[in-house]
């Protein structure tokens, strides 16, 4: 993709920081289109004959990261099926704004991504604690219906966070990139910085 035409902004933080609900809110606002990388790999698990479905179970209930060329696939598709629905209908031709939530997780994705599929205008980084985080998973682990809303899932989870993931928000960080925001206030709170900061990419 033409980074000229398509902006990508990565949306990053740990497990239950708030990605998806601040996403959303984002939508909301500034009109992005929201793609989670975790819903892209469950509904590639739930597809009647994907040839990944048990790959990805696997990987999920493990808190274990999928193989990177699984998921880049399942998010260009995604962007170029976007791209061609929105032509004519608010985007001009090829160009798009793009909310990434949750990838890339590991530092492989991050420079893989970067080089073959689209190189990110901005980072957005929600930092929480360990501890607001497991509150707000187990939670929603009463409704979420989500098979790594366990207690022993939720352990993995953080370790491979810890481990592969702050690599990439660090590398990030050096580049310059990175919007680090408190993602411990309410969801009203967190959506005010979070705004602030995308309001400041274009202005
Ligand atoms: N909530 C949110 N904000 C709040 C606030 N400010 N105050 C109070 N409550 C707040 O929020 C979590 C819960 O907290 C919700 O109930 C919300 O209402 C509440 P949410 O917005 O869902 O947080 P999010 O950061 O999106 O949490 P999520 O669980 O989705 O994060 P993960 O990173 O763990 O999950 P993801 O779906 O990205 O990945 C799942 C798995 O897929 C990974 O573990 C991995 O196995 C695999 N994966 C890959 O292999 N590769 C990828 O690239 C991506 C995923
Ligand atoms: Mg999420």
């Given at each position: 993709f033409d980074a000229q035409k398509v902006t990508v902004i990565y949306v990053l933080g740990g497990p239950g920081a708030g990605k998806g609900t601040q996403c959303g809110r984002l939508v909301e606002t500034f009109g992005f289109c929201h793609l989670s990388a975790g819903d892209l790999l469950r509904e590639e698990q739930n597809r009647d004959g994907s040839e990944y479905g048990e790959l990805i179970r696997g990987c999920i209930q493990e808190g274990a990261i999928v193989p990177s060329t699984v998921t880049m696939k399942l998010l260009e598709n995604a962007m170029t099926e976007e791209l061609e629905k929105r032509t004519g209908d608010g985007?001009?031709?090829?160009e798009g704004r793009f909310?990434?939530?949750?990838?890339?997780?590991?530092m492989d994705q991050a420079l893989g991504f970067d080089e073959t599929v689209c190189l990110a205008a901005l980072v957005i980084f929600f930092n929480t604690s360990e501890e607001v985080m497991r509150e707000r998973l187990l939670k929603r682990a009463k409704t979420s219906g989500r098979e790594d809303d366990n207690v022993e899932t939720i352990i993995k989870r953080f370790r491979t966070y810890n481990e592969q993931t702050m690599p990439v928000i660090e590398y990030y960080k050096t580049q310059g990139k990175l919007a680090e925001i408190n993602g411990t206030g309410s969801i009203e709170e967190v959506n005010r910085l979070a705004s602030a900061a995308v309001r400041e990419l274009f202005s």
């Amino acid at each position: 993709f033409d980074a000229q035409k398509v902006t990508v902004i990565y949306v990053l933080g740990g497990p239950g920081a708030g990605k998806g609900t601040q996403c959303g809110r984002l939508v909301e606002t500034f009109g992005f289109c929201h793609l989670s990388a975790g819903d892209l790999l469950r509904e590639e698990q739930n597809r009647d004959g994907s040839e990944y479905g048990e790959l990805i179970r696997g990987c999920i209930q493990e808190g274990a990261i999928v193989p990177s060329t699984v998921t880049m696939k399942l998010l260009e598709n995604a962007m170029t099926e976007e791209l061609e629905k929105r032509t004519g209908d608010g985007w001009t031709d090829g160009e798009g704004r793009f909310l990434i939530d949750g990838f890339p997780r590991k530092m492989d994705q991050a420079l893989g991504f970067d080089e073959t599929v689209c190189l990110a205008a901005l980072v957005i980084f929600f930092n929480t604690s360990e501890e607001v985080m497991r509150e707000r998973l187990l939670k929603r682990a009463k409704t979420s219906g989500r098979e790594d809303d366990n207690v022993e899932t939720i352990i993995k989870r953080f370790r491979t966070y810890n481990e592969q993931t702050m690599p990439v928000i660090e590398y990030y960080k050096t580049q310059g990139k990175l919007a680090e925001i408190n993602g411990t206030g309410s969801i009203e709170e967190v959506n005010r910085l979070a705004s602030a900061a995308v309001r400041e990419l274009f202005s």
